[in-house]
């Protein structure tokens, strides 16, 4: 980690998490969803979702990452992501701001995450201790939990074969 990255914070249940900002194109509420055929249903997909002349499949990251789903409160957050040739919508509970740290301060709180997590805890780069920014200054930091940084398309993908497991 040798450059300044943001992160955009998100919520499932009460576990805040971040995912690489740059991937992320849009954060959507309430879209309109297209349901899947009821044979080809599973908890952790909740449908499609037309944008921008493409279909994007929809995983609710509360049943991923909790077995509980972010869209059943009716008020989750919907973040749209490409990277490559890889695009999907994840559902979330809530949506946070961005977190930005120098390379200096990320250098002091960052934590790699161990090889060998198993799906979809697989997708995190790493644990970040830094908690929030305080209001002395951008480079102090609040003490908080420790907050998982996923790859975006990494987890994505590590939902989506979990989801076909479970099938």
Known sequence: MNRATSWLQFRVGEQFHALEAAPVRQILRSPNLLSLPASQRLPCCAGVLAWQGRPLLVLDLGACLLRRPSLSAGDARFLVWTQAQHAGVLAVDEVG???RLSATTLTRHW????????????????????????????????????????????????CWNLAGERR
Not at 138 to 150: H, K, Q, R, W
């Open 97 to 99: 701001g961005l977190l």
């Open 111 to 158: 934590a790699p995450a161990r090889p060998g997590l198993r799906p979809p805890w697989n997708a995190i780069r790493g644990l970040l201790h830094a908690g929030a920014p305080s209001l002395a200054g951008p480079a102090e930091l609040e003490p908080a939990d420790p907050i998982a940084v996923f790859d975006v398309a990494a987890l994505w993908q590590s």
